[in-house]
């Protein structure tokens, strides 16, 4: 403000300013304006947005749909600014081109980050002599965001949009270094192109900003939905489809906020304890209470946030309804809750809010806490969102809860979804201090699903990754009942992690020999080491199985990995009352590099299952790697009599259980009849 001010005294005064921004921000802008200068020192507002522009119309319909200038803007060359909205500027863009602005300022720029959509369209055809940019999230989605608000600001200063793909490729760290000293560093003759202000550096005076993170057990309710996400990601995850697994990514963060959609709730008590996030966040808001203050909670479904409203509102006795502001919350309604709720009297308060319509431009510092119940995948959105409360004004020290649900089984809880995904925020939130990066790429994808799925962690390549960055954000974490335990196997035997079938208790490596009467949910097999089989025998005894499915890419590839295949099933045989089908699934010959060929392969398959396995049909599905993918999971299902299925991951596949030459990790599930499917 202070620079379009001054913008005013050497620009010749017929050329006005032109804000372009949401609703609720204009509000924001007219009312700053009023605090911050003197009246006049930017000439006269004209509001070219809502119900004000009417008064500007002079025909029925817009630009778009007439194909002609339909405002009059004779007025608008001795006003000082005019306000409108990217989708006002859109629809009219015929007439706004028409006027030689000084200057165009977009807030939240953001929304120009598509190069296709119509209002990018648009915004290029405006006529200024400088234009600004103003985001918290230049990259909201990918990195393409940011070549296409640059290209509305400075046509060209990138190259095309493909030149600009090729070059700063999202995944390549050097690249994107480069890509940032290019916009940072001023080129000479010329000021920088991008001017980055990190809030704890520019602000001063603001109180502390604690971050704490609550790992809570999940309940037993909860803890199975999980397993049978779980369970149908590592199904899914071998066709090699990226659609199912984001699908699948979503379906792990829902169950891991509640197993069951709010819908019609009929006692609240009962909702909230069957969710370690919900039991939590209510735990929480208790202790806000008893202090007197008030909070925000983020959450961005939206039948949870009305469950929210009125559960909070019943169990605390407020006198007044919880305010939710979402997508469907017009902007100038959300300035009017905000206004009152930064109105209400001193004491216990709570607002709901999403992350992306109420994370930007709203100053909400009568709270001084922040509960992200469900956590946005940008930590750039989360960061803007907390400092709705973060801001100048706030005189009391804020507290930023980030509740985290947790398996119970030691063996799954370190790998639990929350934390996977805290982590992957966190290492985007301290490499994005130094660099600009997508939120988002294939490589997190890959990562998120082999943390959750295999707990494998992944190794940060970039040093900034490795060194977190404290100077804005304390954080303490606070563990809840949940069990650890050590990776750490002896070379003579494996590692057993036990959990008894329905229990939530802790898991603890034992000796094998120890290990009989209870369920096994995990065993390490080292390189060298015993391969002792409970892992498999404990959910076979006394039990037919229908159907045997083994899913592994080698597992024909020659002689000896056929004859390990079918010693395999023959001890699941030995130790089922009955093995009436095997289906296997493997690569053809043709994607071994082997001089075998398919039809020696099934001769061989079906002579040994015939001499082993007369009483058994035998099926063998042969897989192309070009038409199937990697296939690199490898898996074996039981379909039992009993209506219930059993799925047991192998991390090295036949040969990693049936040889010691490798290492092997095998994890085991067994679903009941109601959730097989």
Request: some cysteine; aromatic content about 6%.
């Amino acid at each position: 403000m202070a620079f379009l001010a001054w913008l005013r005294t050497v620009e010749a005064p017929e050329r006005p300013i032109l804000i372009v921004a949401p609703t609720g921000l204009l509000r924001n802008w007219q009312a700053e304006i009023g605090i911050h200068l003197e009246d006049g020192s930017l000439g006269r507002l004209v509001e070219a947005f809502g119900a004000n522009l009417r008064h500007h119309r002079t025909e029925q319909g817009n630009d778009i749909r007439g194909g002609t200038s339909k405002l009059d803007i004779s007025g608008w060359s001795n006003a000082g600014v005019v306000l409108t909205t990217v989708e006002t500027m859109r629809d009219y863009h015929m007439s706004f081109a028409r006027v030689p602005f000084s200057a165009i300022v977009y807030d939240e720029i953001q929304k120009l980050k598509n190069p296709a959509s119509q209002m990018t369209r648009a915004a290029k055809t405006m006529n200024a002599r400088m234009q600004i940019g103003m985001t918290g999230t230049p990259v909201e989605n990918r990195l393409q965001d940011l070549w296409s608000i640059t290209d509305v600001i400075y046509p060209g200063f990138l190259g095309s949009s493909r030149d600009f793909e090729n070059t700063y490729p999202a995944d390549d760290q050097g690249a994107l270094r480069s890509l940032q000293d290019r916009l940072i560093e001023p080129a000479e003759g010329s000021p920088a192109y991008m001017l980055r202000r990190m809030k704890d550096s520019i602000l001063t005076g603001l109180p502390t900003k604690t971050v704490e993170t609550y790992k809570v057990t999940m309940p037993v309710a909860q803890a199975r939905a999980y397993d049978q996400v779980l369970a149908r990601a590592r199904a899914l995850r071998q066709s090699g489809d990226r659609g199912a697994m984001l699908k699948i990514l979503h379906m792990l963060r829902g169950t891991s906020l509640h197993p069951d959609p709010p819908g019609q709730v009929a006692d609240f008590d009962q909702y909230i304890s069957a969710s370690a996030r919900l039991s939590k966040t209510f735990d929480l808001l208790s202790t806000i209470r008893d202090r007197g203050e008030k909070a925000l909670i983020f959450c961005e479904d939206l039948e949870m946030q009305a469950f929210l409203a009125i559960a909070i509102q019943e169990k605390f006795k407020l006198g007044m309804p919880v305010p939710i502001i979402n997508g469907t919350v017009a902007g100038t309604k959300r300035q009017t809750q905000v206004t009152e709720f930064q109105a209400r009297p001193p004491g216990f308060d709570v607002m709901i809010l999403s992350p992306k319509a109420g994370g930007v431009g709203l100053t909400i510092t009568a709270a001084n806490h922040v509960i992200h119940l469900s956590r946005w995948w940008n930590p750039a959105v989360e960061d803007q969102a907390t400092d709705r409360v973060y801001r100048i004004g706030q005189e009391k020290p804020v507290t930023v809860h980030l509740p985290m649900a947790v398996h119970p089984d030691g063996a799954i809880g370190p790998s639990s979804f929350d934390v996977r995904l805290n982590d992957l925020m966190e290492r985007k939130r301290s490499l994005s201090r130094g660099l600009l990066v997508p939120p988002e790429s294939e490589a997190d994808i890959n990562d998120m699903l082999s943390a959750v799925l295999d707990g494998e962690e992944r190794q940060p390549s970039d040093p900034q990754v490795n060194e977190a960055d404290e100077r804005s954000r304390t954080s303490r974490e606070a563990v809840e009942s949940v069990p650890t335990v050590s990776e750490n196997a002896r070379r003579e035997r494996p590692t057993l992690v036990l959990r008894t079938r329905g229990s939530a208790e802790s898991a603890t490596p034992v000796d094998a020999a120890e290990a009989r009467a209870e369920e096994i949910r995990r065993v390490v097999f080292e390189v060298g080491g015993l391969r002792d089989w409970t892992i498999f025998h404990q959910h076979l005894e006394n039990e037919i199985i229908d159907e045997l499915t083994i899913i592994d890419p080698y597992c024909c590839a020659n002689e000896r990995a056929r004859r390990h295949l079918v010693d395999f099933v023959t001890r699941f045989d030995k130790s089922a009352a009955g093995l009436h089908a095997v289906r296997v699934v493997s690569f053809d010959a043709a994607s071994l590099d082997t001089y075998e060929g398919d039809e020696i392969q099934r001769r061989d398959l079906e002579a040994r299952f015939v001499s082993k396995l007369p009483d058994t049909a035998f099926r063998h599905v042969q897989k192309s790697r070009r038409s199937s993918g990697d296939l690199h999971d490898r898996s074996v299902t039981a379909r039992l009599r009993c209506g219930e299925t059993v799925v047991w991951d192998l991390g090295r596949g036949i040969e990693g259980v049936m040889t010691a030459n490798h290492a092997c990790t095998v994890n085991a599930l067994r679903m009941p009849s109601n959730h097989a499917a």
